[in-house]
């Protein structure tokens, strides 16, 4: 009979103990040696797809905050161009106030349509003064691409912006500067008397207006925005208002039946402020026009054309 073989396993402890000899038949033993040999190759498997899987999640998570990075960065472009949009807006409103500006401006600029004359019979007639005495995170590229563009419209917004608001300042003060300046006729009707050196009841005397014959009741309006310095009776003016304009020029309308404004008082270009009538030293209703600049009268043509 022929002698059984084993396979012996020696357990040596570190701590001097006894050692163990644990013996198996060489059937078994193959079977533990390739169990062990099996095991060797799962480890070795395992721990190179861990090391694998390992360096993966790390790179997902690298993923995942650059993804999240891109989507704040997209909710913040999508913040900007909302800002953007409104800021169009803001720029829409102020070009159309602009244009709206210039309209103002080009009606205040122009004065009103010119007056008729009147022949030296019919002016008599009607009325000349007398001598005044004066989802999915965005391709970086794209990322950058839009932040690029968003500020380079930025910049031109921030440009536009500046030069539109310079504008409608520059046309507000241009339309506060003509509505005081009279540039417009106070009333409709005859000139029967210009400025300057005439004959007068057969005598040459200097006429430091204009008059406005007219009906009697009509309507007169100040020609500018001003402050009412005089409404009351002036010698040969009869009932006068004086209006004063600022930058040292003054309106007079003389020879009223009656002023509807008070000394004191704010009134607009193109508000009533007086009744056309024949006091003073009149032929006949009408209104005396009359422009001071500094205490000096001047032609008021210059302001009319």
């Known amino acids: 009979m022929a002698e059984k073989k084993f396979f012996s396993i020696l357990i040596v402890p570190h701590d001097n103990k006894k050692i163990f000899n644990l013996k198996l038949p060489t059937s078994t033993g193959r079977i533990f040696l390739y169990v062990l040999i099996g095991l060797a190759f799962g480890t070795y498997f395992f721990a190179r797809n861990y090391k694998i899987i390992k360096n993966e999640v790390t790179e997902l998570r690298v993923r995942e905050e650059i993804y999240k990075d891109q989507v704040q960065k997209t909710l913040e472009f999508a913040r900007e161009v909302e800002s953007l949009k409104k800021q169009m807006g803001e720029l829409k409103n102020l070009d159309r106030k602009a244009s709206d500006l210039k309209g103002v401006l080009k009606r205040s600029k122009a004065p009103s349509p010119p007056l008729p004359y009147a022949d030296s019979r019919s002016a008599e007639k009607m009325g000349i003064g007398a001598y005044t005495g004066g989802t999915d995170a965005p391709d970086p590229e794209l990322v950058k691409r839009l932040d690029e563009d968003i500020n380079k419209l930025k910049k031109e917004l921030r440009?536009?912006?500046?030069?539109?608001?310079?504008?409608?300042?520059?046309?507000?003060?241009?339309?506060?500067?003509?509505?005081?300046?009279?540039?417009?006729?106070p009333i409709r009707g005859w000139i029967t008397s210009r400025y300057g050196w005439r004959t007068f009841k057969g005598n040459r005397e200097f006429h430091s207006g204009i008059d406005i014959a007219t009906l009697y009741?009509?309507?007169?309006?100040?020609?500018?925005?001003?402050?009412?310095?005089?409404?009351?009776?002036?010698?040969?003016?009869?009932?006068?208002?004086?209006?004063?304009?600022?930058?040292?020029?003054q309106t007079w309308y003389g020879h009223n039946s009656a002023n509807t404004v008070r000394a004191g008082q704010f009134v607009k270009k193109g508000e009533i402020i007086a009744k056309v009538g024949t006091s003073g030293h009149t032929t006949g209703p009408h209104v005396h026009y009359e422009i001071r600049v500094n205490g000096k009268h001047v032609n008021p043509f210059k302001y009319l054309y």
């Open 159 to 185: 440009g536009s912006r500046n030069v539109l608001t310079d504008l409608t300042e520059f046309l507000k003060s241009q339309v506060s500067f003509i509505k005081v300046t009279p540039n417009r006729w």
């Open 217 to 249: 009741g009509s309507s007169i309006r100040s020609a500018a925005d001003g402050m009412v310095e005089f409404s009351g009776w002036k010698a040969s003016y009869g009932r006068l208002v004086v209006i004063d304009h600022g930058r040292g020029i």
